[in-house]
Nanobody, 120 residues
Framework: QVQLVESGGGLVQAGGSLRLSCAAS????????MGWYRQAPGKQRELVAT???????KYTDSVKGRFTVSRDNAKNTLYLQMNNLKPEDTAVYYC??????????????WGQGSQVTVSS
């Protein structure tokens, strides 16, 4: 059994900062790519940022220069530092991880979602 548990969401004023965390636990042999997605009300889920096991990162254009994705491989934990937040960043944020378990199964797992609300 693998679990991804998120923390760190909340309410912040425009221009403020938040840091999301996503901790993976269970019978994990290895974690490959990890990423953050978000879904705003009435919109499709979109990719925000990804990071490879080696630390290479990619971002959607709207968050470049404001968000930073990172990971601690020793702790199986993913982070998203969000600075200069804007009202349009308001969404439920989900972490995702490509995980190989000791049973030989490799699949993507999702966190439970964290609400981020940015007030103007």
């Amino acid at each position: 059994q693998v679990q991804l548990v998120e923390s760190g969401g909340g309410l912040v004023q425009a221009g403020g900062s938040l840091r999301l965390s996503c901790a993976a636990s269970g019978r994990i042999l290895s974690i490959n790519a990890m990423g953050w997605y978000r879904q705003a009300p009435g919109k499709q889920r979109e990719l925000v940022a990804t990071i490879t096991v080696g630390g290479s990162t990619k971002y959607t254009d709207s968050v470049k220069g404001r968000f930073t994705v990172s990971r601690d491989n020793a702790k199986n934990t993913l982070y998203l530092q969000m600075n200069n937040l804007k009202p349009e960043d308001t969404a439920v944020y989900y972490c995702n991880a490509d995980i190989l378990t000791y049973s030989g199964l490799r699949q993507g797992y999702w966190g439970q979602g964290s609400q981020v609300t940015v007030s103007s």
